[in-house]
T-cell receptor, first 114, second 114 residues
Framework: QKEVEQNSGPLSVPEGAIASLNCTYS??????FFWYRQYSGKSPELIMS????GDKEDGRFTAQLNKASQYVSLLIRDSQPSDSATYLC??????????????FGQGTILTVHP | SAVISQKPSRDICQRGTSLTIQCQVD?????MFWYRQQPGQSLTLIAT?????????ESGFVIDKFPISRPNLTFSTLTVSNMSPEDSSIYLC???????????FGPGTRLTVT
């Protein structure tokens, strides 16, 4: 059973702070990792993808991947109230019948308060 | 990324009836996926729909309940058959594109079964 676990929420941070979202996955063969943002009543929006160990930065967002520890994280710097949403970690299947399929974590609700 | 549309955006249906949801993409894509998001939950993959082949269903989902069509590379339908209140969910289609099969989601169909 392939699993993706996210840190329990909800997470509340003050405006301007760093929000840290964490995710672990069970399938050691997974190759692709994604973070989606979902506003209430909307569909998920892809905000970060990462495929190799290390950090990947895009604006205020940094994704970190450690395949040895089966761990992926998302840091949001200078958090804004508009970042308040549910963040979903997703992992792509390792291959074979899992090819192309995403397994999602349960999501972490982030609230950024002024 | 491709523009994905879904019809209907929402519907209220009676128990025992069926609803067909349409997913249209503005460019040709190989892989299309159908997900369900139950209230307050994360996304669960229902099936993968590739043009020219039968849809592949995930554990817990069967073709009789969720028949899928994929007549061409830009269009797919998901039918929710013999509905019960437990089928009340948001149904989302997505396409696999970009690096390592990043997936982009349509706006979703919010289904309520009474």
């Amino acid at each position: 059973q392939k699993e993706v676990e996210q840190n329990s929420g909800p997470l509340s941070v003050p405006e301007g702070a760093i929000a840290s979202l964490n995710c672990t996955y069970s399938d050691r063969g997974s190759q692709s990792f994604f973070w989606y943002r979902q506003y209430s009543g909307k569909s998920p929006e892809l905000i970060m993808s990462i495929y190799s160990n290390g950090d990947k930065e895009d604006g205020r967002f940094t994704a970190q991947l450690n395949k040895a520890s089966q761990y992926v994280s998302l840091l949001i710097r200078d958090s804004q109230p508009s970042d308040s949403a549910t963040y979903l970690c997703a992992v792509n299947g390792a291959g074979g019948t899992s090819y192309g399929k995403l397994t999602f974590g349960q999501g972490t609700i982030l609230t950024v308060h002024p | 990324s491709a523009v994905i549309s879904q019809k209907p955006s929402r519907d209220i249906c009676q128990r025992g009836t069926s609803l067909t949801i349409q997913c249209q993409v503005d460019s040709q894509v190989t892989m299309m996926f159908w997900y369900r998001q139950q209230p307050g939950q994360s996304l669960t993959l229902i099936a993968t729909a590739n043009q020219g082949s039968e849809a592949t269903y995930e554990s817990g989902f069967v073709i009789d309940k969720f028949p899928i069509s994929r007549p061409n590379l830009t269009f797919s339908t998901l039918t929710v058959s013999n509905m019960s209140p437990e089928d009340s969910s948001i149904y989302l289609c997505s396409t696999g594109q970009g690096g390592a099969y990043e997936q982009y989601f349509g706006p979703g169909t919010r289904l309520t079964v009474t």
